[in-house]
């Protein structure tokens, strides 16, 4: 399906829309997310924000991933979803949200699941948004950004026009084998997750 579709297809369904996008690393996750949040007025639930929201707010899940984070352990799954109990309780996501950057693994996807279950919240769509890898290596090896301004530029797409070559660097993580690596990691990863979906009849592919 292509994206005006979907688009299409959501528009004509309730008002109330709990969503979940998946896309590799420069797959334009953020643009869509943007769309759906103006369109439907719900907010988008990173993982990494409502974590450190959480540790800010000093919320009981909060402090317990805090626990882990000063001692150098990735945060346990248990808390993750904690975390995100809390946060799909508050008030803005009763007409809705959209999940980003979780579920990563089957087993994250089950216990989420499964929370939403004893919540008696259900997804309405799991959008995936896919996009050729060569594309997004090109898209993001070709991102230079400016020392001296700050600005972030694209040498093929948004070439830089009043700023010397030699100020303009590429991130560590911009290089080619880093994103190959991270592409390589996002579908080992997200695969499963795909059929997992798939079977529960809500996932959207979008090319």
Not at 57 to 64: A, I, L, R, S
Not at 148 to 163: A, C, L, Q, R, S
Request: charged share 30%; glycine share 6%.
């Amino acid at each position: 399906k292509n994206l005006r579709t979907t688009r299409c297809q959501l528009q004509k369904r309730k008002r109330h829309m709990n969503l979940m996008l998946f896309g590799a690393p420069g797959a334009g996750k953020g643009t869509q997310a943007k769309f759906l949040i103006e369109k439907y007025n719900i907010p988008q639930i990173s993982t990494g924000d409502i974590l450190r929201a959480a540790i800010a707010d000093k919320t009981q899940m909060g402090m317990e991933a805090k626990k882990f984070m000063d001692e150098g352990k990735l945060v346990p799954d248990s808390t993750i979803i904690g975390i995100i109990k809390d946060r799909l309780a508050q008030e803005d996501c009763k007409k809705g949200f959209i999940l980003d950057g979780f579920p990563r693994t089957l087993p994250q996807a089950e216990a989420l699941n499964e929370l939403m279950s004893n919540m008696n919240i259900s997804l309405d769509k799991v959008i995936s948004l896919n996009v050729p890898d060569s594309d997004i290596v090109e898209r993001i090896t070709g991102r230079r950004t400016s020392k001296v301004t700050g600005k972030i530029y694209h040498i093929k797409f948004n070439p830089p026009v009043d700023e010397k070559e030699e100020d303009l660097y590429q991130r560590e993580d911009d290089t080619e084998e880093t994103v190959t690596k991270r592409l390589a990691a996002y579908h080992e990863q997200t695969a499963p997750l795909i059929d997992y979906y798939k079977n529960m009849g809500v996932m959207v592919e979008l090319d």
